[in-house]
């Protein structure tokens, strides 16, 4: 892992608007994300966990620049592209491409497989004909696909191999960052299973840098060099994964997120910490800090003052007002 | 005396499509009993959900059961009338579905859907039936039963709506809850809570439970014993520890080794499978279109045998009693 930030999020804020009814005045406000910080490495992979409502999808498309934070910056190689129009982004898509949850959705019923994998190419590259052809056919053999199926339609495909054109397509224009937002969910373990090899594949030929959104943990654990748990909006702890699952999370949060996860090895199981109610609004968050109202260890500063996120040693960041544990002596 | 409240015996369901005949479910077999939760785990079209569906006579058309036997309390389900099964279900078997937003009636509140079903199974007054909900939502721990009474489903939370769905399964005094990706809409947190909630429920009013996931995690945590189901019937079965630790049939190995493995439990115990690829089953799951002759995993089984083309397996002993697995290493053609 190199010490150079490829993509860095500042302050990175959003709100989404929602009015109540089609002529109403009165309107909801929901915080998105709200002051995120982090960095991804080159060549690394950061893992983003969280619960529906959290944050994570919007934090992935708002650095993809599909959604333009309220705001905050966004850099990659240290140039923010917030500001930067349609056509100035261009050259930066090349670089920055995304994976989706469903790779049913996210191809057009009417293209063929050329024709998905041959739109990036045709949009910002001069390849044609022939040679654009042999270009996909590389591709789909890359993601292990064979060359032959260029002009089936993709309700042919199953949602593994679908989930392979879809990573084919990202790697069309050698992008540098690939955010992969969900890419196993949708799939049963053993397909699941073939995807995430082929991403690690992939990541060590081609020198990929991931953005890995999930909400599975064992998946994240996997994959990640590094993980972000999010909470309504705001990233509540950051570390490198041994730390967070060899017994050092410290935010109650993040304790009670895996030790919600089933776990198969009945050796392996830990302390169930069952969270009381649910997520709250993110229209209508409560004061303090964000977790507070469903946190065993909370304490009165909880509910009124919002704790920063805090380097507790290690590039270990935690949001939370108890102090900080030694990483040895967590559990 | 019978140790068993439902048995499913060689259950057969097809859907007759303008595709061709889909076999989706191909001589389901085990069986469920008191106070237990049995867990059916398989991957999506194995016939898990379809064959929840068939015990309570619910599946949808085109599709029918055309052979097999459901006994429940040793009577079969298939020969009952069709008024005959409206007192089964929700009245002695209850279902709860994956999605409770869609199980839900969004125009009445979440109390007078009780009510009606309350009533529907018991002669009861409307007041005590509305005792009897409100009784059952503090038994599921929604707060504030009277109040929850009277929302509307689009009010409450997944988590929320999940637990109206199990009391309005559990308020007529059901025996038998099948209980179809339960957890799967949910988050991880609500999940653990709700999986609490079912444990609790089956010890505290002996309520059995068939539960069907494609959580391995889940069925570890939750059943007594498990059935892993794989184009339509039962490739293993046996006490939940049997099965996940001293798996016998290789869809089961290959589908454990397809999970990312647990980090150890302490730091430097060993490095766990950080970074190492994970191991697949290549192929995918067969079409019930086309189904594969013999058995029906022998494509993509590493161990495939001559025999596994042409026969399929029956269902065969492999270790202490109540553990079997249908696979050719195990049977006498296998063998031979």
Known sequence: MNQTPLVEARGLTKYFISRHGLLSRRQKCVVALDGVNLAIYQQETLGVVGESGCGKTTLGRTIMRLIRPTSGQVLFEGQDLVPLSRRQMLRYRRDMQMVFQSPYSSFDPRFTVLNSIAEPLRTHTTLRGEVLVARAHELLEQVGMPGEILHRYPHEFSGG???????ARALALNPKFIVLDEPTSALDVSVQAQIINLLQALQRELKLTYLFISHD??????????????YLGQVVELSATEAIFYGGAHHPYTRALLASAPILDPELRRERIILKGGVPDPANPPPGCRFHPRCPAGTAICSEAEPDLTDVGDGHWVACHRPPLQPNRAR | MNDTLLSVEDLHVRFRTYAGVVYAVNGMTFDVRPGETFGLVG????????????VLRMVPHPGEIVKGRLLFHGEDLLQKSATEMQDVRGGRIAMIFQDPSASLNPVFTVGNQVVRVIRQHVPVSHADARQRALDTFEAVGLPDPPRIFSTYPHELSGGMQQRVMIALALSSGAELLIADEPTTALDVTI???ILALLTELRDR???????????LGVVAETCERVGVAYAGHIVEMGQTDDVLRRMKHPYTRGLLAALPPPPPPKRGGGGGGRGRPLQSIEGTVPDGLRLPAGCPFHPRCPEVMDVCRTAKPALVSVGPPGHVAACHLYTREGVA
């Open chain 1, 217 to 230: 943990l064992s998946v994240v654990q996997h994959i990640s060099d590094r993980i972000a748990v999010m």
């Open chain 2, 43 to 54: 991957e999506s079209g194995c016939g898990k959900s379809v064959t929840g569906l068939a």
């Open chain 2, 191 to 193: 999940q653990a809570q």
């Open chain 1, 161 to 167: 191999q679908l989930q392979r054109i879809a990573v």
């Open chain 2, 205 to 215: 009013q002996g309520v059995s439970m068939l539960l069907i996931t494609h959580n």
